[in-house]
């Protein structure tokens, strides 16, 4: 997921650190293209690869390409993410909606990590003595509840605890796992809503808004 949004930020900065990056997208190539451009002009270098994190094949499909192309895989980002399609009521939130988020926005992420960290697990530490690093991307989901949208706050606190699940079972092998909690922020997923959010925050004299 480092096509757009917080994902091509992530991407360029690891660039500017000199990094070679595998930059999945799931449809829009040409932000793909545009991605990659960036990370080349950050000083970075690294390549395009197709794969919905969804499908199992794809899964593989972009840890054997990434370590055919790289030798090694240091630092997973788990980033790939949708909003709900419409944000519906608790009461009246559909099943489709349900399982196209748990399907991306989770059973991905879980099962790629599983991937990598079985790759990281076979490769030698690098120089800091790390076998590689997994970054999960969450959100402030986690722990604030929005009734319009149950289902993204689940699959984000979902992520939550298999970021304490995988960083527990793979600490003994020198990999760590982290996550990132990021607030509102300004990408094409938070479009629709900005004019909503950006009135919210203007409201409030504290200048916090709850999501």
Do not use: H, W
């Not at 000199?18 to 040409?30: K, L, R, W």
């Amino acid at each position: 997921g480092a096509s757009r949004g917080i994902g091509r930020g992530i991407a360029v900065e690891l660039a500017k650190a000199g990094g070679q990056i595998a930059i999945n997208y799931a449809g829009n190539a040409a932000a793909a293209a545009e991605a990659l451009e960036l990370v080349r002009a950050a000083g970075g270098d690294g390549f395009i690869v197709q794969g919905d994190v969804a499908a199992a094949a794809d899964r593989a499909r972009l840890v054997a390409e990434t370590v055919a192309r790289f030798g090694r895989i240091d630092l997973l980002v788990n980033n790939a993410g949708v909003a709900p399609a419409v944000r519906a009521d608790l009461l009246d939130a559909g099943e489709e909606s349900f399982d196209r988020l748990f399907a991306i926005n989770l059973k991905g992420p879980f099962f790629l990590t599983q991937l990598v960290a079985k790759q990281m697990q076979a490769q030698a530490p690098d120089a800091e003595g790390f076998r590689g690093r997994i970054v999960n991307v969450t959100s402030i989901s986690v722990y604030t509840a929005s009734i319009n949208r149950g289902d993204y706050c689940m699959v984000k606190a979902g992520l939550a605890m298999m970021t304490k699940l995988f960083a527990d079972r793979l600490a003994a092998d020198g990999i760590n796992v982290y996550e990132i909690r990021p607030g509102v922020i300004a990408t094409d997923m938070t479009g629709g809503v900005k004019a909503k959010y950006d009135k919210l925050i203007l409201e409030d004299e504290r200048g916090i808004t709850p999501i």
